[in-house]
């Protein structure tokens, strides 16, 4: 049985991501980019009674899925947001991307980590930290592949669907955000995430 803080959060996703739908600045990449919190989603709701992750985790994979459905509605280069930022703060582009991508190292970091322990891959946690960043890394490199793929395929929609804004080291900016904000997890949420585990094991 799904708990009731469980449910309140697959409930905000629910009603983000029916926002994030209606009147998206393109449907096509609406689809490309929320069908994979829908399929992320999809996945925990099946892995639930095997596998229940810490309410921390849970809440920041809420976040995370909250940041990606606003960058479908948009489209990651013309959130409202972070055009005002723009022009404030004389900026050449759009920088909503980065806080995706700085998520996108976060909260893989997340998961993995708790993944990791409460599985007991290592014997020696002093390796967990590198292989966390490892992980993190690779999944945002093979993002980036998708992202590839995708536009070789879409044609057209290439531009809004990389959302690169003529930059041209965009690929790489992104996968340093990835890396910074899977560090940034390490450091700031390692602690609370073990006094959590801890509380889950013995429940």
Same mark, same amino acid.
């Given at each position: 049985m799904m708990k009731k803080k469980h449910i309140a959060f697959l409930l905000i996703f629910l009603v983000i991501a029916t926002w994030s739908g209606i009147g998206a600045y393109e449907l096509g990449? !609406? /689809?490309l980019e929320a069908g994979m919190c829908i399929i992320g989603v999809a996945i925990l709701i099946l892995t639930y009674k095997k596998f229940r992750f810490t309410n921390l985790t849970y809440t920041f994979i809420l976040?995370? *899925?909250?940041?990606?459905l606003v960058g479908a509605h948009y489209s990651y280069a013309r959130v409202p947001l972070f055009d005002w930022i723009k022009e404030v703060f004389d900026q050449s582009r759009n920088n909503y991307d980065k806080v995706g991508h700085f998520a996108q190292g976060f909260v893989p970091a997340m998961i993995s980590r708790e993944l990791?322990?409460?599985?007991? %891959? /290592?014997?020696?946690?002093? !390796? *967990?930290? /590198?292989? %966390?960043v490892c992980i993190s890394m690779a999944i945002s490199a093979f993002y980036e592949l998708i992202e590839w793929w995708v536009a070789v395929l879409s044609g057209d929609g290439a531009e809004d669907f990389l959302g690169m804004q003529g930059y041209v080291w965009d690929t790489q900016s992104d996968m340093f955000c990835a890396m910074i904000g899977a560090i940034s997890m390490l450091v700031i949420f390692s602690k609370l995430q073990d006094k959590q585990i801890s509380k889950l094991r013995k429940d």
């Amino acid at each position: 049985m799904m708990k009731k803080k469980h449910i309140a959060f697959l409930l905000i996703f629910l009603v983000i991501a029916t926002w994030s739908g209606i009147g998206a600045y393109e449907l096509g990449l !609406w /689809f490309l980019e929320a069908g994979m919190c829908i399929i992320g989603v999809a996945i925990l709701i099946l892995t639930y009674k095997k596998f229940r992750f810490t309410n921390l985790t849970y809440t920041f994979i809420l976040i995370h *899925l909250i940041i990606l459905l606003v960058g479908a509605h948009y489209s990651y280069a013309r959130v409202p947001l972070f055009d005002w930022i723009k022009e404030v703060f004389d900026q050449s582009r759009n920088n909503y991307d980065k806080v995706g991508h700085f998520a996108q190292g976060f909260v893989p970091a997340m998961i993995s980590r708790e993944l990791l322990i409460r599985l007991d %891959v /290592f014997k020696k946690r002093s !390796w *967990l930290p /590198f292989v %966390v960043v490892c992980i993190s890394m690779a999944i945002s490199a093979f993002y980036e592949l998708i992202e590839w793929w995708v536009a070789v395929l879409s044609g057209d929609g290439a531009e809004d669907f990389l959302g690169m804004q003529g930059y041209v080291w965009d690929t790489q900016s992104d996968m340093f955000c990835a890396m910074i904000g899977a560090i940034s997890m390490l450091v700031i949420f390692s602690k609370l995430q073990d006094k959590q585990i801890s509380k889950l094991r013995k429940d």
